[in-house]
């Protein structure tokens, strides 16, 4: 089945410690994006990757960081500098065509971080 | 920049009854406009969207959205609602000109009585 996995489904952080959240996708999709969701709030964007080897700061990109060395993969890190990092992060992704409208992004079912 | 509002934060409506829920946008270009559905602790589940031509458009799940430009609006809608419908919905408001990227309303919390 194609989709967009996401692990692990729930994640603890320490105090002053760097997490990483995982995103696959094997739909062949160009572009994948990071959200991140809090209670009562719909969804900020924190970054997206257009092509492999290359991605952009969303709305509120402090304290956290990505890389995308390959098309399928997206991961997130939540570092200590991210203060408040409690709150549930969706991995998107979507095609990127040259001369398209807009591309649709889909979801995956999404991590939620806890901090002790 | 594009912004997205929804003025409920939750509607509770009895199973059966119909359902309209509210979005309205602020983008100085063409809007492309997406209605999306969240069970709770799951990803969003893509509705319907809109592009371009018909300004009423079919979704899954028997919903319906129309596009208003003159009213900025863009406001889901349902004729009869069933329990399963009980979700959290976005709106959101695309632009392919900055990579595609979604701007998302605030979310409508949908509660459905028995």
């Known amino acids: 089945d194609g989709g967009i996995t996401q692990s692990p489904k729930y994640l603890f952080r320490k105090e002053g410690q760097n997490v990483t959240l995982s995103c696959e996708q094997n739909l062949n999709h160009d572009a994948m994006y990071w959200y991140r969701q809090d209670p009562g709030q719909g969804l900020r964007l924190i970054y997206y990757s257009q092509i492999v080897n290359d991605f952009q700061k969303g709305d509120i990109a402090e304290g956290y960081s990505v890389s995308r060395e390959k098309k399928e993969s997206f991961p997130l890190t939540v570092t200590s500098a991210q203060k408040n990092p409690t709150a549930f992060y969706l991995c998107a992704s979507s095609f990127d065509r040259a001369g398209s409208q807009q591309e649709t992004q889909y979801f995956g079912p999404g991590t939620r971080l806890l901090v002790l | 920049a594009q912004s997205v509002t929804q003025p409920d934060i939750h509607i509770t409506v009895s199973e059966g009854a119909s359902l309209e829920l509210r979005c309205n946008y602020s983008y100085g270009a063409t809007p492309y406009l997406f209605w999306y559905v969240q069970s709770p602790g799951q990803g969003l589940q893509l509705l319907l969207k809109?592009?371009?031509?018909?300004?009423l458009v079919q979704g899954i799940k028997g919903f319906e959205a129309e596009f208003k430009r003159s009213q900025s609006s863009f406001n889901l809608r349902k004729p009869s609602v069933h329990w399963s419908d009980a979700a959290e919905y976005f709106c959101?408001?695309?632009?392919?000109?900055?990579?595609?990227?979604?701007?998302f309303g605030g979310g409508t919390r949908v509660l459905v009585k028995p």
């Open positions: 809109y592009f371009s031509g018909d300004t």
């Open positions: 959101a408001v695309g632009a392919r000109a900055a990579g595609n990227k979604l701007t």
